[in-house]
């Protein structure tokens, strides 16, 4: 909704990671959950993503259990991904996906840098508005999509990442691409989210 106010946003605090100390703390989101927000956030356009993660107490001040190395790890990824272009040249694009989402639980978002650089990320969640959190939708690595996007004419190198651990699940080699609508090759099989790095040739 901020986007268009041309400045850095920030995400902060956001829904906080469930502590197995707190339980009566209702309102917490899964490692999956907290994973997608994060990516959603960023490969839309944001700036800055902070998650308020109950796993850092007066006891464990450098968050060691368990599953805040996880969550710390999914953010590690995130960062090394983003850090993989030249972030200040891309902005916004809600146009370069043209179709191959048609579940009721797909969600994308995607920043770029056209003819030059793409990052776009989808993951399949059930968003809660008054909890303004995500039900990750689990799928034992048995999804797969056919997206059509659309890229200036040029040649491009295609990757299918995995967020959790940056593995690079397939690519594909697009040459001589005239430009406008191009369907992709069939995505390699996915759970819950999926990244593609689209990088042109200069």
């Known amino acids: 909704m901020e986007y268009g106010q041309e400045k850095a946003l920030g995400y902060d605090e956001t829904r ?10 209702r309102n917490t989101m899964t490692n999956d959950a907290g994973r997608v927000e994060a990516w959603e956030f960023l490969v839309g356009g944001g700036s800055v993503y902070s998650n308020l993660n109950h796993a ?19 953010l590690q990824k995130l960062m090394e991904f983003i850090n993989s272009f030249d972030l200040v040249r891309m ?12 579940q009721s639980d797909s969600i994308w978002r995607a920043i770029s840098e056209p003819g030059r650089q793409y990052a776009i990320y989808i993951h399949h969640s059930a968003y809660t508005e008054g909890r303004r959190s ?10 797969r999509v056919d997206l059509t996007v ?9 990757e299918w990442i995995q967020p959790a651990t940056l593995a690079v699940l397939g690519s594909q ?3 001589k691409h005239l430009g406008g609508a191009l369907k ?3 995505s390699p099989g996915y759970g819950a ?4 790095k689209i990088i042109g040739a200069r």
């Open 16 to 25: 906080w990671i469930a502590h197995d100390r707190y339980p009566q703390y």
């Open 56 to 74: 850092y107490q007066v006891e464990d001040p450098r968050g060691r259990r368990p599953q805040s190395e996880e969550f710390k790890q999914y």
């Open 91 to 102: 902005r916004q694009d809600r146009s370069v996906l043209r179709s191959g989402l048609v």
């Open 134 to 143: 995500y039900k990750v939708t689990q799928e034992a690595q048995s999804r």
């Open 150 to 158: 659309d890229l200036p004419r040029g040649t491009y190198q295609v």
């Open 173 to 175: 080699s697009v040459k």
């Open 184 to 186: 992709l090759a069939t």
């Open 193 to 196: 989210d999926i990244a593609l």
